[in-house]
Every structure is written in structure tokens, then in C-alpha cells.
Nanobody, 116 residues
Framework: QVQVVEFGGGLVQPGGSLKLSCRTAGIIFDIYAMAWYRQAPGKQRELVARIDSGGSTNYADSVKGRFTISRENAKNTVYLQMNSLNSEDTAVYYC??????????WGQGTQVTVSS
């Protein structure tokens, strides 16, 4: 059974930091590209950051220089370190396992709220 589970969401003050984790099971993690998406109320889901199986990364312009995506293949886990958070980062954050030519998987999402 495939599992994609996010951890680490919560409430943080503007300017603060938060680290999200996404743990997977039931997939060959090493061959998947992994990504974080987010969806704010009333908005479309958008790509935040992506890391491919070789470790290459790309980021949305809005988070460049503030967010860092990384992966730990030995733990089947991908992370998103978020710094200098602001209210526009408030959203549900989703982990996405992107198979190179097969089935992809979504996590259930974790809420991140940036507010004083």
C-alpha cells in the first residue's frame, strides 16, 4: 500500500521558519521526483518546489531564496525548509511523488498558517 504523508505544518509568525517533511512508503522512492505544492483558499494549486531523482531542484519565483527542498533517500523522505515566511505563504501544502513514467501519488496535505 502506497503512503505519502506530510508532517510539520502549523501556525508561525511572519518572518518565522517551518520545516515540512513528507514520508513515503510502498514506492521505490529513489526513482521518483518529489515536489511540494500548495493551495491557498480560492486559488489554484501551485508548484512550490521540486527535486528530481538526481537531486536537481527548481522553485517557484515567489519562494526562491527562502525555501529549500531536499530529500533523504535512505528515509524515503523529502523536506521543505521554509524561512522568512509571510502571510502569502499561508496554504495547504501537499507532497507529490512524481513517477518518471508511471503512477503518481499525492499526500493528504498539511496546513501552514502565517499570522501574528
Amino acid at each position: 500500500q502506497v503512503q505519502v504523508v506530510e508532517f510539520g505544518g502549523g501556525l508561525v509568525q511572519p518572518g518565522g521558519s517551518l520545516k515540512l517533511s513528507c514520508r513515503t512508503a510502498g514506492i521505490i522512492f529513489d526513482i521518483y521526483a518529489m515536489a511540494w505544492y500548495r493551495q491557498a483558499p480560492g486559488k489554484q494549486r501551485e508548484l512550490v518546489a521540486r527535486i528530481d531523482s538526481g537531486g536537481s531542484t527548481n522553485y517557484a519565483d515567489s519562494v526562491k531564496g527562502r525555501f529549500t527542498i531536499s530529500r533523504e533517500n535512505a528515509k524515503n523522505t523529502v523536506y521543505l525548509q521554509m524561512n522568512s515566511l509571510n502571510s502569502e505563504d499561508t496554504a495547504v501544502y501537499y507532497c507529490y511523488a512524481d513517477h518518471p513514467y508511471g503512477k503518481d501519488f499525492w499526500g493528504q496535505g498539511t496546513q501552514v498558517t502565517v499570522s501574528s
